[in-house]
């Protein structure tokens, strides 16, 4: 299984990682430098939280072993793959309850600005290959791919 893992101690603050999530997840095409950064439509799936001490906190998706927003989920939109470690979200089935969002231990989830109506979480850049875009973005590495074991 691959996760996105986190050095908090390296993340600058910079938010190239926020801006790359935009960019892969936008609805009309484009490159970054034609990203409107003031269309609610354009959201990432991960954002950086400024702490009390000075530093940054990289907030992103755990695909958490045993997710909170999975089983909290009535619908069944969420789901947990055990093979890849993905949980993942079918906008379809989703009944907008948000359930999922309240139940996030780490407030990753939220539902979206534009419609209200669907969730937006991390979903490891699939259509794009499975190279999540924060992860080739962070110019500190302090966002990475790591191999876990079950």
């Known amino acids: 299984m691959r996760r996105i893992m986190i050095n908090a101690a390296e993340c600058d ?3 190239n990682c926020v801006v790359a999530c ?17 269309d609610i439509r354009n959201e990432s799936r991960n954002h950086i939280e400024s702490v009390l001490d000075g530093k940054y906190r990289p907030i992103f998706c755990r695909h958490c ?6 089983m909290s989920c009535m619908s069944g939109a969420l ?3 055990f093979l890849t470690g ?3 979200y079918d906008e379809e089935k989703c009944g907008s309850c948000f359930m999922c969002v309240m139940n996030c231990p780490y407030g990753v989830l939220k539902p979206d600005q534009a419609t209200r109506t669907r969730v937006i979480k991390c979903d490891f850049c699939l259509e794009n290959g499975g190279e999540p875009s924060c992860v080739k973005a962070c110019p500190k590495e302090a966002i990475y791919i790591e191999e876990v074991t079950p």
């Open 13 to 15: 603050g910079c938010k």
């Open 22 to 38: 935009m960019q892969a997840h936008r609805e009309a095409p484009g490159t970054i430098y034609d990203l409107d950064l003031t």
């Open 65 to 70: 072993d045993m997710p909170e927003c999975v």
């Open 79 to 81: 789901t947990k793959d």
């Open 86 to 88: 993905l949980v993942s």
